[in-house]
């Protein structure tokens, strides 16, 4: 039987850095995929490069595909101005609409206040009794956000879960090349060289010749 599969971005680029390949791997198996984009542009961007993340969007979308696009409209980097209340709302009404077995979201730990403030909102609509549609919730990292993090406090990323995305790694890269003001030469750290990099040292923990780590935060076994 087929799943609902949602990924929440904090930023587009977020899922395909962080679950690209299991998005791909999803929907090939037959499960609807869903796309949450927290975020817009705001005004401090010119509305050329508004229309072109559009068209970006756009066909990043249709290359997964995704079987629907929410996007929430939040101005990018200012999360921890918006009350936890309203964000947790706008993820709950997405949640009840589409009713997600699996939540793909963000590492908390992640250096980008956006990341952290989408992660607490994505949990609060995670409770058994409110969503008890939710069977797994699992956390992506986010290259040049998760690892950069440099709170002293922090326990850091440790993947439990390990996904075989080596027959999807080229398309993952190419999805990643639609973005193009996000992706730059090595050492850049959203370089397809990073990229794949991580992916063949996540595999090599998994047994696999690329991966994609994940924490596994919930599993109800039904």
Not at 116 to 123: G, L, N, P, W
Request: aromatic share 12%; net charge negative.
């Amino acid at each position: 039987m087929s799943k609902n599969i949602v990924v929440i971005a904090p930023h587009p680029d977020d899922e395909t850095l962080g679950c690209g390949g299991t998005l791909l791997k999803h929907a090939e198996a037959g499960d609807n995929i869903y796309w949450l984009i927290v975020t817009t542009l705001g005004d401090s961007y010119s509305q050329e490069i508004k229309n072109t993340r559009a068209e970006e969007l756009v066909q990043v979308a249709k290359m997964y595909p995704f079987d629907k696009v929410f996007e929430l409209g939040f101005e990018t980097t200012t999360l921890d101005q918006i009350s936890g209340g309203i964000l947790i709302e706008k993820i709950g009404k997405v949640f009840q609409k589409i009713k997600p077995n699996i939540v793909y979201a963000p590492y908390p730990g992640d250096i980008h206040s956006d990341h952290k403030a989408v992660f607490d909102a994505t949990m609060a609509c995670t409770k058994w009794f409110r969503y008890p549609y939710v069977e797994r919730v699992l956390i992506y990292e986010t290259l040049s956000e998760t690892d950069f993090t440099i709170d002293p406090d922090s326990n850091g990323f440790r993947p439990n879960v390990f996904v075989n995305i080596e027959p999807y790694l080229a398309k993952k890269i190419e999805l990643m090349r639609i973005f193009k003001s996000e992706i730059s030469e090595f050492p850049f750290p959203r370089s397809e060289k990073s990229i794949t990099s991580l992916a063949h040292i996540r595999g090599a923990t998994g047994g696999f010749e690329a991966a994609e780590a994940f924490m596994l935060l919930k599993e109800k076994v039904l």
